[in-house]
C-alpha cells in the first residue's frame, strides 16, 4: 500500500513513462489502503465505510464496484451483471458517484471504462455489465429492479435513509451472495445505528489525515487545523460517530456553542479532582479538570488530564502537576471516599497546595443539573477541544453514563464549575494562554 508514502511514490513514478504511468495509477491493488479493501471471507453482507471528509471514501466505493464488474479477485469470483448506484440525490449520484474526481469513470482506464448514459442514469461495461443510478428522494424507484450488487453513498444523509435502504434490500436478490457497499461520513442516524448492529455488516473506518497525501496542504493546515478535536472536526474529519442520550444534561451542540478560541484574564484557576472510590476497574479513573474564573464572569474550562492511575500517588502527582503548569489558586477535590487520604497523598506530593475538600451530599445528577444550566446561560466556555470529557457530558443522563462506568470526568469538572460560579469569591485578575 503505497498510498501513505509519497517520497516512495515520487521515485516510483519518476522511472515511468506518462502510458506506464496512467497504467500504474490504475492499480489499486497498490494504491488502496486497508481500509478500503473489501473484508474478506463470506460472511459478510453490507461492508459499512466511515470516514472523514476527503479520507477517500468515494474513490474505495468507486473501485468496489469497477472490481465487481470485472470479477477481480478480491471483489468477486465472477463478474456482477447487475448493479445499484444509490446517491443522496440525482445530482450527487452524477457529480460524485459518476462523474466526480474519485467516482466511477475516472477510476476506470479508459479501455475499461463503462459507457455512461446520463439519461437513463445508467452504466455499461464492455463485459455487459450494467450498472444503474437511484436517489434516496425517491425510493420507490427501487421497486422492481434487481441487483447483485450495490454501491450506496452518504447514507446518513439520506432524506428518507431507511425506507430507501429497504427498497434495496428487497431487490438485491440476484447471484450467489448478493453484497453492498456503503461509504459515508458519519452521523447518529438510526440507519447508521441499525447496520452497525448487524452481524452482517462489517465496518472500515478512516479518517481525512490518513488520506493526507492526495489533499491539498493548504486544506490540511486551515480546515484540519481549525476543526481538529471539535464536535464537527470529529465527525466530517475523523469518522467518528457521536452520539448524545435524549434525556443528557448537556447537548452537543451546547457543548460546541460554548467552545471559544481566547479568552480575558482570569480571576481565579482551580483544578478539581474526582479521587478514585473503592477497588478494582472503578478505582483505575481519577478526573482531573482544571477551570478558571474570567474578568468577564464567565468559567473557562482549561484541561481535562483524568488519569488511570490504580495508586493514589500516580494521580496525585498528575493533579499537582496540573496546578503548578496553570499556577491554580487551588485544588478542590471531593473527600466523600478518601476523607484525609486525599490531603494526605496531595500534602506527600507538595505540600504547598491548598487542597479544598468538597463532599458530595446529593447525588450526581442534582449535582450537576446547576452547572449544565450554567451552559445553557452561556456562562461556561470551553478554552480548547476535550473529546473524551464532552463524549461523557453528552453521554449523562439521569442514571449516569450511558455506558455504565462512573462519570469520573464530569464528576470533576461540575466539582471545578461549581467552586467557581456557585461558592467561591474572585481574586485580581490573571492571565492565562490557550
Request: hydrophobic share 45%.
Amino acid at each position: 500500500m503505497l498510498a501513505s508514502e509519497p517520497k516512495l511514490i515520487e521515485r516510483l513514478l519518476a522511472t515511468l513513462r506518462p502510458s506506464q504511468i496512467r497504467g500504474f495509477e490504475a492499480l489499486w491493488d497498490v494504491w488502496g489502503r486497508p481500509d478500503q479493501t473489501p473484508p474478506a471471507g463470506d460472511g459478510w453482507t453490507t461492508w459499512l465505510m466511515l470516514g472523514g471528509r476527503g479520507a477517500g471514501k468515494t474513490r474505495a466505493g468507486a473501485e468496489w464496484v469497477r472490481g465487481m464488474a470485472a470479477g477481480r479477485a478480491g471483489f468477486s469470483d465472477a463478474p456482477v451483471g447487475r448493479i445499484a448506484l444509490v446517491a443522496e440525490t440525482y445530482a450527487d449520484l452524477r457529480e460524485v458517484m459518476i462523474d466526480g474526481v474519485s467516482g466511477l469513470l475516472a477510476v476506470h482506464p479508459r479501455a475499461e471504462r463503462p459507457a455512461y448514459e446520463p439519461s437513463r442514469r445508467r452504466l455499461t461495461w464492455p463485459n455487459g455489465a450494467v450498472a444503474q443510478g437511484f436517489s434516496a428522494e425517491d425510493p420507490d424507484a427501487l421497486r422492481g429492479p434487481q441487483f447483485e450488487a450495490a454501491w450506496c453513498d452518504e447514507i446518513a444523509k439520506w432524506r428518507h435513509a431507511e425506507e430507501t435502504w429497504d427498497m434495496l434490500q428487497f431487490g438485491l436478490r440476484l447471484g450467489r451472495r448478493p453484497r453492498q457497499v456503503a461509504t459515508t461520513t458519519p452521523r447518529a442516524a438510526p440507519l447508521i445505528k441499525r447496520l452497525l448492529a448487524d452481524p452482517a455488516t462489517v465496518t472500515s473506518r478512516a479518517t481525512t489525515r490518513m488520506n493526507a497525501a492526495n489533499l491539498a496542504p493548504r486544506f490540511l493546515e486551515a480546515v484540519v487545523g481549525t476543526y481538529a478535536g471539535t464536535r464537527l472536526g470529529r465527525q466530517e474529519l475523523d469518522g467518528e460517530l457521536l452520539e448524545e442520550r435524549e434525556d443528557a444534561l448537556w447537548t452537543r451542540d451546547v457543548i460546541e456553542r460554548s467552545r471559544v478560541r481566547s479568552m480575558p484574564a482570569l480571576k481565579r484557576v482551580v483544578v478539581a479532582v474526582d479521587p478514585p472510590a473503592g477497588g478494582g476497574k472503578r478505582s483505575d479513573a481519577c478526573g482531573l479538570v482544571a477551570a478558571g474564573l474570567g474578568e468577564d464572569g464567565r468559567a473557562y474550562v482549561l484541561a481535562d488530564e483524568t488519569i488511570a492511575a490504580p495508586r493514589p500517588e500516580l494521580w496525585a502527582a498528575r493533579a499537582a502537576a496540573l496546578w503548578r503548569r496553570l499556577e491554580a489558586d487551588a485544588l478542590v477535590a471531593e473527600v466523600n471516599q478518601g476523607g484525609e487520604m486525599v490531603r494526605a497523598v496531595i500534602a506527600q506530593v507538595d505540600a504547598e497546595i491548598p487542597v479544598i475538600a468538597v463532599r458530595a451530599t446529593r447525588g450526581k445528577w442534582l449535582r450537576a443539573e446547576p452547572v449544565a444550566a450554567l451552559y445553557a446561560q452561556g456562562r461556561v466556555a470551553h478554552a480548547g477541544a476535550y473529546p473524551e470529557l464532552e463524549d461523557e457530558m453528552a453521554a449523562f443522563g439521569l442514571d449516569g453514563l450511558a455506558n455504565g462506568r462512573s462519570p469520573d470526568r464530569v464528576d470533576a469538572l461540575v466539582w471545578a464549575v461549581s467552586h467557581l460560579m456557585l461558592s467561591a469569591r474572585g481574586r485580581g485578575p490573571r492571565v492565562l494562554g490557550l
